[in-house]
């Protein structure tokens, strides 16, 4: 857990704390690990009730951004999300994230939503995304 509190205090201005990402695990809802080269290079977290699920985290690297490795953790989590019974997936993303919005968008993730001064430091307002998993995407 120190590798991915290191990357979150790093990649975000309001982190998540040790004690959350324990609660995830400890959970049991989706939480992946990447390493590259035996280092933890991103992670993502979900929680799903019913068929609706959440995308809560997803954090790459500093040296390991740009590579691919943030749409990989999203697809696999897809993935996960729709073994589950999964059809529909959330997230929040702050406004100024040119970066993570244009990637969810090509995940196929369209605008649904805001939560006006939803972040706190600095305070932004979220994008609230949403996407439906394909019927041939789940194996249920």
Do not use: K
């Not at 959330?90 to 006006?116: C, D, I, K, M």
């Amino acid at each position: 857990m120190p590798a991915v509190c290191a990357i979150e205090g790093t990649v975000f201005s309001d982190p998540w704390s040790a004690r959350d990402f324990r609660e995830c695990s400890a959970s049991g809802v989706p939480f992946l690990i990447a390493e590259e080269d035996g280092v933890v290079a991103g992670y993502a977290v979900a929680h799903h009730a019913a068929d609706e699920a959440e995308i809560l985290n997803l954090g790459v690297a500093l040296a390991h951004q740009r590579r691919g490795l943030g749409r990989a953790l999203v697809e696999r989590l897809m993935a996960l999300l729709a073994d589950r019974g999964v059809h529909a997936v959330y997230l929040e993303v702050r406004e100024s994230n040119a970066a993570a919005r244009r990637l969810y968008q090509q995940l196929g993730f369209r605008t649904v939503g805001r939560r006006p001064a939803y972040y706190r430091h600095p305070v932004e307002d979220a994008v609230i995304l949403r996407t439906a998993i394909a019927a041939e995407t789940r194996r249920a």
